[in-house]
Nanobody
Framework: QVQLAESGGGSVQAGGSLRLSCAAS?????????IGWFRQAPGKEREGVAA????????VYADSVKGRFTISHDNAKNTLYLQMNSLKPEDGAVYYC?????????????????????WGKGTPVTVSS
């Protein structure tokens, strides 16, 4: 049974940092063609934040987080990370880890949620001004 479990969310002040983790079980992370982070704020649609694909050799970020967030993965630990720096109030949301097997996608297409097969339950992030 494939499971993704996020952790690391919390409450921080604007300008602060958080590091999210996503532990995968039931399948080795390297078998996914793409794995990434999404977020959903109250009243808004779930949006892609960052993802790795192409056997981990490529990364893509939403414009809103470029230069502030960094995605990384540790295949030995079967874990995906999201380092979030210079957090803004608008970054507040529930953050989800997701993984998919779709191949051939590149760039912003990798951040589209319809291409992902497995989802975690999410971890909340609150950023106060």
């Amino acid at each position: 049974q494939v499971q993704l479990a996020e952790s690391g969310g919390g409450s921080v002040q604007a300008g602060g940092s958080l590091r999210l983790s996503c532990a995968a079980s039931g399948i080795t992370m390297s078998r996914y063609s793409m794995i990434g982070w999404f977020r959903q704020a109250p009243g808004k649609e779930r949006e892609g934040v960052a993802a790795v694909y192409n056997a981990g050799g490529s990364e893509v970020y939403a414009d809103s987080v470029k230069g502030r967030f960094t995605i990384s993965h540790d295949n030995a630990k079967n874990t995906l990370y999201l380092q979030m720096n210079s957090l803004k109030p608008e970054d507040g949301a529930v953050y989800y880890c997701a993984a998919g097997f779709r191949v051939g996608l590149r760039g912003d297409l990798v951040l589209r949620r319809e291409y992902y097969n497995y989802w975690g339950k999410g971890t909340p992030v609150t950023v106060s001004s």
